[in-house]
Protein backbone atom coordinates (compact mmCIF):
# COMPACT_ATOMS: atom_id res chain seq x y z
CA UNK A 1 0.00 0.00 0.00
CA UNK A 2 1.26 3.40 -1.13
CA UNK A 3 1.71 6.10 1.47
CA UNK A 4 -0.81 9.42 1.37
CA UNK A 5 0.54 12.46 0.21
CA UNK A 6 -0.10 13.76 3.54
CA UNK A 7 3.09 11.72 4.81
CA UNK A 8 5.64 11.76 1.87
CA UNK A 9 5.00 15.63 2.34
CA UNK A 10 6.11 15.69 5.97
CA UNK A 11 9.23 13.05 5.23
CA UNK A 12 10.06 15.99 2.72
CA UNK A 13 9.67 18.63 4.99
CA UNK A 14 11.93 17.03 7.81
CA UNK A 15 14.00 16.50 4.98
CA UNK A 16 14.27 19.96 3.97
CA UNK A 17 14.27 21.39 7.55
CA UNK A 18 17.00 19.30 8.24
CA UNK A 19 19.10 20.34 5.16
CA UNK A 20 19.79 17.10 4.33
CA UNK A 21 21.87 16.27 1.18
CA UNK A 22 19.74 13.78 -1.17
CA UNK A 23 22.66 10.88 -0.65
CA UNK A 24 22.74 11.04 3.10
CA UNK A 25 18.69 11.22 3.05
CA UNK A 26 18.62 8.26 0.61
CA UNK A 27 20.90 6.08 3.70
CA UNK A 28 18.64 7.31 6.14
CA UNK A 29 15.61 5.89 4.38
CA UNK A 30 17.44 2.48 3.64
CA UNK A 31 19.20 2.28 7.73
CA UNK A 32 15.96 3.06 8.83
CA UNK A 33 13.40 2.00 6.78
CA UNK A 34 14.94 -0.44 3.93
CA UNK A 35 14.15 1.50 0.86
CA UNK A 36 15.79 4.13 -1.46
CA UNK A 37 12.93 6.32 -1.79
CA UNK A 38 10.03 7.47 0.28
CA UNK A 39 7.58 6.28 -2.40
CA UNK A 40 8.52 2.94 -1.90
CA UNK A 41 7.41 3.15 2.30
CA UNK A 42 4.65 1.55 3.71
CA UNK A 43 2.72 2.44 7.05
CA UNK A 44 4.85 -0.04 8.64
CA UNK A 45 8.70 1.67 7.19
CA UNK A 46 7.10 5.25 7.37
CA UNK A 47 6.33 4.77 11.37
CA UNK A 48 10.13 3.57 11.67
CA UNK A 49 11.62 6.41 9.19
CA UNK A 50 9.43 8.56 11.96
CA UNK A 51 11.22 7.09 14.72
CA UNK A 52 14.62 7.19 13.17
CA UNK A 53 14.50 11.08 12.92
CA UNK A 54 12.82 11.63 16.32
CA UNK A 55 15.39 9.67 17.87
CA UNK A 56 18.52 10.70 16.23
CA UNK A 57 20.57 13.83 16.46
CA UNK A 58 19.89 14.66 13.21
CA UNK A 59 16.57 17.04 13.85
CA UNK A 60 18.14 18.77 16.52
CA UNK A 61 20.57 21.71 15.66
CA UNK A 62 21.04 23.09 19.18
CA UNK A 63 21.09 20.54 21.98
CA UNK A 64 19.01 22.58 24.05
CA UNK A 65 16.53 23.31 21.25
CA UNK A 66 13.20 22.09 20.66
CA UNK A 67 12.91 18.08 19.39
CA UNK A 68 11.43 17.48 16.63
CA UNK A 69 9.06 15.20 18.67
CA UNK A 70 7.97 17.92 20.76
CA UNK A 71 7.36 20.56 18.01
CA UNK A 72 5.12 18.13 15.51
CA UNK A 73 2.93 17.52 18.95
CA UNK A 74 3.00 21.26 19.49
CA UNK A 75 2.08 21.44 16.03
CA UNK A 76 -0.74 17.95 16.17
CA UNK A 77 -1.94 19.91 19.49
CA UNK A 78 -2.55 23.90 18.15
CA UNK A 79 -4.45 21.31 15.12
CA UNK A 80 -6.96 19.94 17.91
CA UNK A 81 -7.60 23.35 19.44
CA UNK A 82 -8.28 24.87 15.93
CA UNK A 83 -5.07 27.10 16.04
CA UNK A 84 -4.07 28.54 13.30
CA UNK A 85 -0.29 28.76 12.22
CA UNK A 86 -0.69 32.62 13.10
CA UNK A 87 -2.59 32.27 16.25
CA UNK A 88 0.18 29.40 17.40
CA UNK A 89 3.18 31.86 16.64
CA UNK A 90 1.09 35.06 18.47
CA UNK A 91 0.80 32.76 21.91
CA UNK A 92 4.93 31.64 21.41
CA UNK A 93 5.78 35.25 21.17
CA UNK A 94 3.56 36.94 23.72
CA UNK A 95 5.14 34.17 26.68
CA UNK A 96 8.54 32.78 25.26
CA UNK A 97 9.60 36.15 23.62
CA UNK A 98 10.15 34.01 20.43
CA UNK A 99 9.64 34.37 16.76
CA UNK A 100 8.58 31.11 16.26
CA UNK A 101 8.40 27.32 17.15
CA UNK A 102 12.07 26.21 16.09
CA UNK A 103 13.63 28.93 18.48
CA UNK A 104 11.99 27.61 21.49
CA UNK A 105 13.85 25.87 24.38
CA UNK A 106 13.12 21.80 25.25
CA UNK A 107 12.02 23.35 28.36
CA UNK A 108 9.63 26.19 26.51
CA UNK A 109 8.67 23.72 24.32
CA UNK A 110 7.55 21.28 27.55
CA UNK A 111 5.97 24.16 28.84
CA UNK A 112 3.96 24.78 25.24
CA UNK A 113 2.90 21.29 25.08
CA UNK A 114 1.41 21.59 28.94
CA UNK A 115 -0.42 24.86 28.07
CA UNK A 116 -1.98 23.78 24.86
CA UNK A 117 -3.08 20.35 26.49
CA UNK A 118 -4.74 22.75 29.20
CA UNK A 119 -6.45 24.73 26.57
CA UNK A 120 -7.81 21.72 24.88
CA UNK A 121 -9.29 19.78 28.18
CA UNK A 122 -10.93 22.87 28.88
CA UNK A 123 -12.33 23.23 25.56
CA UNK A 124 -13.81 20.05 26.46
Do not use: C
Not at 5 to 31: C, M, P, T, V
Not at 39 to 50: A, P
Not at 58 to 87: F, S
Not at 96 to 124: C, M, V, W
Amino acid sequence: MVLDRKKLALIHIIKKNLGLSDELYREILFQAAGVRSAKDLNEQSFHKLMKHFVRSAYYQKDPNGITLKQKMYIEYLAEKIEWTQEHLINFIRKYYHKTDLDHLSRKDAAKTIEALKNIRFRQG
